[in-house]
């Protein structure tokens, strides 16, 4: 069945750095990807999305890149901040109404 | 002028007895869906209606019924609590036939069986 994979589970950084979030999917047919961030004791919210016709894609600190090719796609943080810290979740979505959430990445960014 | 609403926020049971959690959302989406999320964090996918048509059920066991009576609205009924149904419980909600998918979602049912 349809899967994603994310990595790395636990990610730890200085304040300023950067994180990397990886992300493989097994649908073919998926071609929407969205990335969503949880704080503690809060509901998921979307920070960024991509659709399979773009390789790449940025919104300030944050950016997103696509493979389809290798199903492989990625979230990227630059300057990280105290309040990066959350898990984030990828997820994979084919023209169905099924989104498949990979397992996700607890970010600590360390002041 | 919240988008997807649930009640109640806390709910605290004791095994064998059923339980309701209730979702609105006042976005005009046609699509719905129960997520539950486990203390590992994990965000699986328990069902989806759209237009009050049940399209994704999966393999939940049968003491879950999810029921929709109109478009913003989607229920989930609980039978014969168990421990390992202590989760959190996420009500979210979408529009088919966007460009994208955004899933907006509830603030949570944090669910406690004891």
């Known amino acids: 069945g349809e899967n994603v994979e994310q990595h790395p589970s636990t990610l730890s950084v200085q304040e300023g750095d950067s994180a990397v979030i990886k992300c493989t999917y097994s649908?073919?047919?998926?071609?929407?990807f969205p990335w969503y961030k949880q704080e503690l004791g809060k509901r998921p919210q979307l920070i960024i999305d991509?659709?399979?016709?773009?390789g790449e894609k940025k919104d300030q600190r944050i950016a997103v890149t696509l493979n389809k090719t290798a199903k492989h796609f990625s979230l990227h943080i630059t300057e990280t901040q105290p309040e990066d810290s959350a898990v984030y979740f990828c997820?994979?979505?084919?023209?169905?109404?099924?989104?498949?959430f990979g397992a996700g990445t607890r970010l600590f960014v360390k002041a | 002028d919240t988008a997807v609403s649930q009640t109640p926020k806390y709910l605290v049971t004791q095994m064998g007895n059923d339980k309701s959690i209730k979702c609105e959302q006042n976005?005009?989406?046609?699509?719905m869906y129960w997520y539950k999320q486990d203390s590992k964090k994990f965000l699986k996918i328990m069902f989806s209606?759209?237009?009050?048509?049940?399209?994704i059920n999966e393999t939940v066991p049968n003491r879950f019924s999810p029921k929709s009576p109109d478009k913003a609205h989607l229920n989930l009924h609980i039978n014969s609590l168990e421990l390992g149904d202590s989760a959190v419980y996420f009500c979210?909600?979408?529009?088919?036939?966007?460009?994208?998918?955004?899933?907006?979602f509830g603030p949570g049912t944090r669910l406690t069986v004891t």
């Open positions: 979210a909600s979408s529009q088919q036939g966007q460009v994208n998918y955004e899933q907006y």
């Open positions: 649908d073919s047919a998926s071609n929407y």
């Open positions: 991509i659709r399979s016709n773009v």
């Open positions: 997820a994979a979505r084919s023209g169905g109404f099924k989104t498949i």
């Open positions: 976005l005009g989406h046609d699509t």
């Open positions: 209606y759209n237009n009050k048509e049940l399209i």
